[in-house]
């Protein structure tokens, strides 16, 4: 539907699945070295930039983008900038359209990736 909780419940899906589920242990050690306090999706930039993936800034600025809608979102009590904080994430769509759009940049990235790695049965599916 067309609800806000809709499209909260669905970012919140993919907010889980791309950046909670990240494995932190094995980039670190994929990484060798070791930045205090860094997260994981600061970790995932540092190792796709190390392993040459030419979609590095179009991938962690969507990554980053749902972690924002997420945080935002997840306040029980929503700020008073929340709409202007919605439009400026994604513009004016309504919230199928965003969630439509959200949807495709997550395959585009997955895409790529497994291009990348040559994971072609992920690709070709």
Do not use: C
Request: proline share 2%; aromatic share 8%; no cysteine.
């Amino acid at each position: 539907s067309d609800s806000q909780p809709e499209f909260e419940a669905q970012v919140l899906g993919l907010t889980k699945l791309l950046v909670d589920y990240l494995n932190d242990r094995q980039m670190a050690s994929l990484l060798g070295s070791k930045i205090q306090d860094e997260k994981s999706i600061s970790k995932l930039e540092r190792w796709l930039t190390q392993e040459g993936y030419p979609q590095v800034d179009r991938d962690i600025a969507f990554l980053r983008q749902l972690q924002r809608l997420r945080s935002k979102m997840a306040a029980h009590r929503k700020p008073s900038d929340y709409r202007q904080f919605l439009q400026k994430e994604i513009g004016e769509a309504d919230a199928m359209t965003a969630v439509a759009e959200l949807t495709r940049s997550a395959g585009r990235m997955l895409r790529s990736l497994a291009d990348h790695f040559g994971l072609a049965d992920f690709s070709d599916s």
